[in-house]
């Protein structure tokens, strides 16, 4: 590592801010609560500009190339959204702020609830979760509210395809219920016969099935109409993990196909910012059925347009809510950005981003077929997982090609996911990106595999031009160091 | 892939053999390998009680986290706590000093229905494709 940690570069005495006069009577902290002990870094100002300057400097970003993670659509971030989150109207709200005085910003709240219910063919929506690990808990909190509402407390059995998001089994044992595994079959779609076997074993049992439509192969689950119509015969509910709804996008709405209740991530498929430069969203749809179950609180609006009155909106809590997870209303200003973007695109823009996105993995699939093993070999949506071992290279596997993108200037896409794919590489272009730029991605990927068979040894060592060389993936697991500890 | 001939062998790529009355159980060389490194090996406590299929444990390698399944029901006799600080040894031994687990079966003949070597060993080649 070539950057010091602050505490490395720390030195007594030095100061990078310089705190104003109290101006309020001092309060001591209660006792108990003080402690002298907290080593925390002294620096100035410009050594902490630089540090941090340096480090984005070593990152890499959507704003500095492609981003392929299958799954995470990594896309373009536009300008506008940024320029809207900060009007001082929005930036600088305070949430007790009277109600009177925050009419703009419940509007933008109360839009995006209809736009993302539209858009997914729910009933209502509510903006509260913080991303959608959260939406998904959310999601299945609501579920077995709704079976509990009914009667039908023993329900605890949740069935979760072989290819699923690994958060959708956590998120089944966090709310407390049984997962149950149903295998793909050959064509890369939940296996029908085990689905059904599932739901009559389980038929008094089952709170419902997660699913992920496109699913993480980046197929379209052929059968969702039969899945979901099997499992509300067994009295059980369908969650949609709507991580993969940029491929859907005004051409098809989860409601429509069957699902009661579904995340959506603002931070993925409505370009808010994603991973270290979010925070997230992870709003939640729901079915008329489940509405009453939603988390609260959420914008209502409590006096409709007319000639004579402006409307008005108001924060309400829904019925019979499974509480609230987020402080305050959620991240609001993600909701401008996605609101923001909902507005910029339009219903036909809408469309065209999930064509795009779809044409765009279409055409980086067929550049690396033949060379990359696809091991279901369908049209793919807005992404495709192809294997990254080649036959003349037996030692070579997914995770040196990925290290080896890492020189080629672009960051790898997620590999050994989903688990029952060989050496996988889940690869997601978006749409925003360009014939060229999706043109090199396609040439690195076939140059790599060239070497792959030609001089591994390259494959191996890489990532031979980043600022750290090969990590130890198998040390890190092993021994776990979190924190930086003075010596 | 290696294998044992004194063994019987699972779908989900555990193997077994007898020690008195009990049943030892780790997971395969095949599965080792293809996990790669071993990180985690998260064991059963001794005297739970477990049925056929149930979840006993898990094992984690950098690329991937797996359920352990019981061959047979049973109930947990003895754990390898070596694994806890050297959990590499399933890749170095899994037939040997990586063994996972011991359990005293409810119904001993239901070591007859698991897989023999050579079917285990046709099936993993079919799974691989």
Same mark, same amino acid.
């Given at each position: 590592?070539?950057?010091?940690?602050?505490?490395?570069?720390?030195?007594?005495?030095?100061?990078a801010v310089?705190?104003?006069?109290?101006d309020?009577p001092p309060t001591?902290?209660?006792a108990?609560l003080?402690?002298?002990?907290l080593?925390?870094?002294?620096v100035s100002?410009?050594?902490?500009?630089r540090?941090?300057?340096?480090?984005?400097q070593?990152?890499y970003a959507?704003?500095?190339?492609l981003?392929?993670?299958?799954?995470?659509t990594?896309k373009?971030?536009?300008r506008?959204n940024?320029e809207m989150?900060?009007?001082?109207?929005?930036?600088?709200?305070?949430p007790?702020q009277?109600?009177e005085?925050?009419?703009?910003a419940?509007?933008?709240g109360?839009?995006?609830?209809q736009?993302?219910s539209?858009?997914?063919g729910?009933?209502?929506?509510?903006?509260?979760?913080?991303?959608?690990?959260?939406?998904?808990l959310?999601?299945?909190?609501?579920?077995?509210a709704?079976?509990?509402?009914?009667?039908d407390?023993q329900?605890?059995?949740?069935?979760?395809?072989?290819s699923a998001?690994?958060?959708?089994?956590?998120?089944?044992s966090m709310?407390?219920?049984?997962?149950?595994?149903?295998?793909?079959?050959?064509r890369?779609n939940?296996?029908?016969?085990?689905?059904?076997?599932?739901?009559?074993?389980?038929s008094?049992?089952?709170v419902?099935?997660?699913?992920t439509n496109p699913?993480?192969l980046?197929?379209?689950?052929?059968n969702v109409?039969?899945i979901?119509?099997?499992v509300?015969?067994?009295?059980g509910?369908?969650y949609g993990?709507g991580?993969?709804?940029n491929?859907?996008?005004?051409?098809?709405?989860?409601?429509?196909?069957?699902?009661?209740?579904?995340?959506?991530n603002l931070?993925?498929?409505?370009?808010?910012?994603?991973?270290?430069g979010g925070p997230?969203?992870?709003?939640?749809?729901?079915?008329?059925?489940?509405?009453d179950?939603?988390p609260?609180?959420?914008?209502?609006?409590?006096?409709e347009q007319s000639?004579?009155d402006?409307?008005h909106f108001?924060?309400?809590?829904p019925?019979?809510p499974?509480?609230?997870?987020?402080?305050?209303y959620?991240?609001?200003?993600?909701?401008v950005?996605a609101y923001?973007?909902?507005r910029?695109?339009g219903?036909e823009?809408?469309?065209r981003v999930?064509?795009?996105?779809v044409?765009?993995?279409?055409?980086?699939?067929?550049?690396?077929?033949?060379v990359y093993?696809?091991?279901?070999?369908r049209?793919?949506?807005?992404e495709?997982?192809?294997?990254?071992?080649?036959e003349?290279?037996?030692?070579v596997?997914a995770?040196?090609?990925?290290?080896r993108?890492i020189?080629?200037?672009?960051h790898?896409?997620?590999?050994y996911?989903?688990?029952?794919v060989r050496?996988?590489?889940?690869i997601?272009?978006t749409?925003?990106?360009?014939?060229?730029?999706?043109?090199?991605?396609?040439?690195?990927?076939l140059?790599?595999a060239e070497?792959a068979?030609?001089?591994?040894?390259l494959l191996?060592?890489?990532?031979?031009?980043?600022p750290v060389?090969?990590?130890?993936?198998?040390?890190?697991?092993r021994n776990?160091i979190?924190?930086?500890?003075?010596? | 892939?290696?294998?044992?001939?004194?063994?019987?062998?699972?779908?989900?790529?555990?193997?077994?053999?007898w020690? /008195? $009355?009990? @049943?030892?159980? #780790?997971?395969?060389?095949h599965?080792? !390998? *293809?996990?790669?490194?071993v990180?985690?090996?998260?064991l059963p406590?001794? /005297? $739970?009680? @477990?049925e056929? #299929?149930?979840?006993w444990?898990v094992? !984690? *390698?950098v690329?991937?986290?797996?359920?352990l399944?019981?061959?047979?029901? /049973?109930?947990?006799?003895?754990?390898?706590?070596?694994l806890?600080d050297?959990?590499?040894?399933v890749?170095?031994?899994?037939?040997?000093?990586?063994?996972?687990m011991?359990f005293?079966?409810?119904d001993?003949s239901q070591?007859?229905?698991?897989?023999?070597?050579?079917?285990?060993?046709?099936?993993?080649a079919?799974e691989e494709g």
């Amino acid at each position: 590592m070539t950057q010091p940690l602050l505490f490395e570069i720390s030195r007594p005495g030095r100061c990078a801010v310089r705190l104003p006069d109290l101006d309020v009577p001092p309060t001591d902290l209660p006792a108990g609560l003080v402690r002298s002990d907290l080593p925390l870094p002294e620096v100035s100002e410009s050594d902490l500009v630089r540090h941090y300057t340096r480090l984005s400097q070593m990152n890499y970003a959507v704003d500095i190339g492609l981003y392929p993670l299958g799954s995470c659509t990594m896309k373009h971030n536009p300008r506008i959204n940024e320029e809207m989150a900060r009007l001082p109207g929005f930036a600088y709200l305070h949430p007790y702020q009277d109600e009177e005085t925050t009419q703009g910003a419940l509007f933008v709240g109360y839009s995006l609830q209809q736009f993302l219910s539209e858009i997914g063919g729910f009933a209502a929506v509510s903006l509260q979760p913080a991303a959608g690990a959260q939406g998904e808990l959310a999601g299945v909190l609501m579920m077995r509210a709704y079976h509990i509402d009914r009667g039908d407390p023993q329900r605890d059995v949740m069935l979760v395809p072989d290819s699923a998001h690994g958060t959708n089994p956590a998120t089944t044992s966090m709310s407390g219920l049984r997962v149950i595994e149903i295998p793909s079959d050959g064509r890369g779609n939940v296996d029908l016969a085990s689905l059904e076997t599932a739901c009559v074993e389980h038929s008094s049992r089952l709170v419902g099935m997660m699913l992920t439509n496109p699913n993480t192969l980046g197929l379209f689950e052929q059968n969702v109409e039969e899945i979901t119509a099997l499992v509300h015969e067994h009295g059980g509910l369908m969650y949609g993990d709507g991580a993969n709804m940029n491929a859907l996008l005004g051409i098809a709405r989860p409601g429509d196909l069957g699902f009661d209740v579904l995340h959506y991530n603002l931070h993925k498929t409505f370009s808010t910012p994603h991973g270290g430069g979010g925070p997230g969203c992870g709003p939640v749809g729901a079915a008329a059925s489940l509405a009453d179950f939603l988390p609260g609180p959420v914008v209502a609006m409590d006096v409709e347009q007319s000639e004579e009155d402006a409307p008005h909106f108001t924060l309400v809590v829904p019925p019979k809510p499974i509480g609230r997870v987020k402080a305050f209303y959620g991240h609001f200003g993600i909701w401008v950005r996605a609101y923001t973007y909902v507005r910029m695109l339009g219903a036909e823009g809408m469309r065209r981003v999930a064509e795009h996105a779809v044409l765009n993995a279409n055409y980086l699939m067929s550049a690396v077929k033949g060379v990359y093993p696809i091991p279901y070999d369908r049209t793919c949506m807005h992404e495709f997982v192809c294997e990254g071992r080649f036959e003349d290279a037996p030692d070579v596997r997914a995770l040196d090609v990925s290290k080896r993108l890492i020189d080629y200037g672009f960051h790898p896409p997620p590999n050994y996911f989903p688990l029952i794919v060989r050496e996988a590489l889940m690869i997601e272009p978006t749409e925003t990106e360009s014939k060229e730029t999706l043109d090199r991605f396609a040439d690195a990927l076939l140059a790599i595999a060239e070497e792959a068979r030609v001089s591994p040894e390259l494959l191996y060592d890489a990532p031979h031009n980043a600022p750290v060389r090969r990590l130890d993936e198998v040390a890190a697991a092993r021994n776990m160091i979190l924190r930086w500890q003075p010596e | 892939m290696d294998l044992i001939p004194d063994a019987r062998y699972t779908e989900s790529h555990e193997w077994v053999r007898w020690d /008195g $009355d009990d @049943l030892v159980c #780790g997971i395969t060389d095949h599965a080792q !390998e *293809s996990l790669s490194d071993v990180v985690y090996v998260e064991l059963p406590d001794v /005297g $739970d009680e @477990l049925e056929t #299929g149930d979840i006993w444990g898990v094992v !984690e *390698s950098v690329k991937a986290a797996s359920d352990l399944h019981m061959p047979m029901g /049973g109930q947990i006799t003895g754990v390898n706590e070596a694994l806890e600080d050297e959990p590499e040894i399933v890749n170095k031994d899994p037939y040997g000093a990586g063994w996972m687990m011991r359990f005293r079966p409810s119904d001993p003949s239901q070591y007859d229905m698991l897989l023999e070597g050579d079917v285990y060993e046709e099936f993993a080649a079919q799974e691989e494709g």
